[in-house]
């Protein structure tokens, strides 16, 4: 059953200008490539289901197939098959997620189960939109034989299909760590030469640990050049969704919270150039009760699908699917509302100056 609703009124219940509810349950959505349907999971560690964006009709698409049905991602790839990511069966809310959470991929079809590709990964995944390939980060702890449980491994790999169907294919890593940094791939963009990840920094901060830091990156596979696209101290600033062109991405970001009592609570905008440059466009209520998470932008650039949790909610718990119509907020004197890490931090001082 989907996720029961909190006791306070739901964020989208009396919506934001610009914003509408799509589904009042449901995480992670995620968009067909002809923009008509969103994939999306019913509930963690549960079914994926679909929702039709004419009719709002949603169909389950694993309920009746097979034994698995302990999912907490959904991706499309680029040949219309589902990308799931999650566990063979729930055991705890670490060992699932953390360790043994794995790739699958569920033929657009529908008439076999999702077939396991033999590869436990660490959080989500990226997919092409040229081929059928992927880009994601392996652990010690998902796999004991690259090293200690801190170590961290980037891979972009082909999947290839062949008589038994889909099987992981040539496969490059392109970034190691370890000492506290956490890297997840999130995107490619310009013809495949670059990945845009998160590295999350997980030492402690003041003597707490609650992911005092995130940033921007990008990795260059043609020439191997890294960059970084934001970086604000002890502010989460986390990719999740890139824009049909490239030059933008969704962002994650904590930078107008009190560090460290508050996760992210909306969405913005950020410019892959490398100036920071980033602009709101949720709107979730001031008082921190809700937070827009999880996002993904419709191929055509039109809208912004997203997941809404309340602040104390696990992260990637969601309660609830929202759109964001951007073109109407593009025309919106707010999605001029251009600052910078910068810039916001001076805002601060002026205040404090004023007080």
Not at 118 to 140: D, W
Not at 200 to 206: A, D, E, F, L, W
Not at 291 to 307: C, E, I, Q
């Amino acid at each position: 059953m989907p996720n029961e609703r909190a006791n306070v009124p739901h964020v989208l219940d009396d919506p934001p200008p610009f914003h509408e509810m799509l589904l009042d349950y449901g995480e992670r959505p995620y968009w067909s490539a002809d923009g008509s349907r969103i994939a999306f999971i019913e509930q963690n560690y549960g079914d994926v289901c679909e929702i039709d964006l004419a009719t709002r009709q949603v169909r389950n698409l694993t309920r009746d197939l097979g034994d698995h049905h302990s999912f907490l991602r959904v991706l499309i790839l680029s040949n219309g098959d589902y990308l799931l990511i999650g566990p063979a069966e729930f055991k705890d809310r670490d060992v699932s997620r953390h360790v043994e959470s794995e790739l699958w991929v569920l033929g657009k079809n529908l008439r076999r189960p999702p077939k396991p590709l033999g590869r436990r990964i660490a959080e989500g995944a990226g997919v092409s939109t040229l081929e059928p390939k992927i880009t994601y980060a392996v652990t010690g702890r998902n796999d004991p034989n690259i090293g200690t449980p801190d170590v961290h491994e980037c891979h972009v790999t082909e999947i290839v299909y062949g008589d038994d169907g889909p099987e992981l294919g040539q496969d490059t890593v392109f970034y190691r760590t370890r000492g506290g940094m956490a890297p997840e791939p999130q995107d490619f963009r310009h013809d495949d030469t670059e990945v845009i990840f998160a590295e999350y920094s997980q030492g402690r901060v003041m003597g707490v640990t609650p992911d005092p830091n995130c940033v921007v990156k990008g990795y260059r596979l043609d020439n191997g050049e890294f960059t970084t696209y934001i970086t604000e101290s002890l502010v989460h600033n986390e990719p999740e969704g890139i824009f049909p062109d490239g030059e933008y991405i969704c962002l994650e970001s904590a930078c107008d919270t009190d560090f460290p009592y508050y996760p992210p609570r909306d969405l913005w905008k950020l410019k892959l150039d490398g100036s920071q440059q980033r602009v709101r466009m949720t709107s979730m209520p001031a008082d921190h009760t809700w937070k827009a998470t999880n996002s993904n932008v419709s191929p055509d650039g039109r809208w912004l699908a997203f997941m809404v949790g309340l602040r104390a909610d696990e992260a990637g718990f969601g309660r609830g699917l929202g759109l964001l119509d951007l073109e109407a907020w593009g025309r919106s004197p707010q999605s001029q509302e251009w600052e910078t890490p910068t810039s916001r931090a001076q805002a601060r001082l002026d205040v404090m100056g004023r007080g």
